[in-house]
């Protein structure tokens, strides 16, 4: 038999080992609804505490999608990180779930800078966004 032949071993992980394995990603994907429908687009990112932070650019796809036209509508969205090995089969993924919102206070642009947090994309990404979870899940499969 081979060995990929051999069933999975598949368990959700608890909300500690999701923030976990958040702290020590770099590159996650956000997706959202966009103009045009679904989007999901890569970015790197950090923690900042318990909220999700990363930069973009002002007048990109995000950032229109941020103008709800309604006084204190939220914007929610997903960001999800993932960790695959295809050769041994396994891999975890974890899901925030939450509202995405602009940075725009002097103090919190500061905290965001402190954060570190350094687009890999060229081009101007003043824009910061922090994702505040409403719910973070996860996965992990394993072969046996």
């Not at 429908?37 to 318990?50: A, C, H, Q, W």
């Not at 103090?107 to 101007?124: I, N």
Request: proline share 5%; with cysteine.
């Amino acid at each position: 038999m081979k060995d990929h032949d051999t069933a999975p071993v598949f368990r959700e992980l608890d909300v500690d080992e999701c923030r976990r394995l958040l702290a020590e990603g770099v590159i996650g994907r956000v997706g959202f609804n966009g103009p045009d429908g679904p989007v999901v687009l890569p970015v790197n990112y950090t923690m900042d505490g318990d909220t999700v932070l990363f930069r973009t650019g002002f007048g990109g796809p995000m950032d229109d999608s941020l103008d709800t036209g309604a006084a204190g509508l939220e914007f929610k969205i997903a960001f999800e990180v993932d960790h695959i090995d295809t050769a041994a089969r396994e891999g975890w993924s974890v899901l925030v779930q939450g509202a995405a919102h602009r940075v725009t206070s002097e103090d919190e642009l500061a905290a965001a800078r402190d954060a570190a947090v350094e687009p890999w994309a060229g081009g101007e990404r003043a824009l910061h966004i922090r994702v505040v979870p409403t719910r973070i899940t996860g996965r992990r499969v394993r072969g046996s």
